[in-house]
């Protein structure tokens, strides 16, 4: 079985930076790509960015093109998401990690369980 | 900027049949997007339903289907039930980008 295990809540300052980790197990962790997603209180699925494992390879979107960094350790199958100078209006949300299975179908199989990020000063 | 397009809400009867959609708000959605769809219910992860347009990931009842409707993406429940009342997300890939709709939420009463 397939799992996305990703790291615990975060509570941070604005302007701080979180880091969030998504550990895959049960699969080759090269064979997906690993996306990002953002969940703000209340509101809708927003795609983040995504990150190739097998060779770095990132593609952001334009809303967190500035502020998001996309990274992957191979020796432990771990993706990580990091998002800097945080403010509570635009950043405080539960964070997804989804794996994409490299082919010709494009979609989210597995999830991860979410992490909650706060920020507050 | 071109936005992925879903009705907000939508409500059915136990046991009928709704169709929701997904558009673009410039063009046509055609299985080249590789339309996929997902349900989230409050407090958890989302679930993945169908992919490519049309397929059932596993463990997905079959009242639950995907097509192409006109010029829009189309996920079909066919004899809705009860637990089935929850948020449905369609994923549209555009290129080297990867975008939601805004989300339909489902009731069924």
């Known amino acids: 079985e397939v799992q996305l295990v990703q790291s615990g809540a975060e509570v941070k300052k604005p302007g701080a930076t979180v880091k969030i980790s998504c550990k895959l197990s049960?699969?080759?962790?090269?064979?997906?790509?690993i996306h990002w997603i953002q969940q703000a209180p209340g509101k809708g699925l927003e795609w983040m960015g995504l990150l190739d494992p097998e060779d770095g390879e990132t593609i952001y979107a334009d809303k967190f093109q500035a502020r998001l960094s996309l990274a992957a350790d191979t020796s432990t199958d771990t993706a990580f998401m990091e998002l800097s100078s945080l403010t509570s209006e635009v950043d405080a949300a539960v964070y997804y990690c989804?794996?994409?299975?490299?082919?010709?179908?494009?979609?989210?199989?597995?999830w991860g369980q979410g992490t909650v990020v706060a920020v507050s000063s | 900027q071109i936005l992925v397009t879903q009705e907000p809400s939508f409500s059915v009867s136990p046991g009928g049949t709704v169709t929701l959609t997904c558009g673009l708000s410039?063009?046509?959605?055609?299985?080249?997007?590789?339309p996929s769809w997902y349900q989230q219910t409050p407090g958890q992860a989302p679930r993945t339903l169908i992919h490519s347009t049309r397929i059932r990931s596993s463990g997905v009842p079959d009242r639950f289907s995907g097509s192409i409707l006109g010029n829009k993406a189309a996920l079909i429940i066919t004899g809705a039930q009860t637990e089935d009342e929850s948020d449905y997300y369609c994923v549209l890939y555009m290129g080297t980008a990867v975008a939601f709709g805004g989300g339909t939420k489902l009731t069924v009463l």
């Open positions: 049960g699969s080759t962790f090269t064979d997906y790509y």
């Open positions: 989804a794996a994409d299975p490299k082919g010709d179908s494009n979609y989210f199989r597995h």
């Open positions: 410039s063009g046509s959605v055609s299985s080249s997007f590789h």
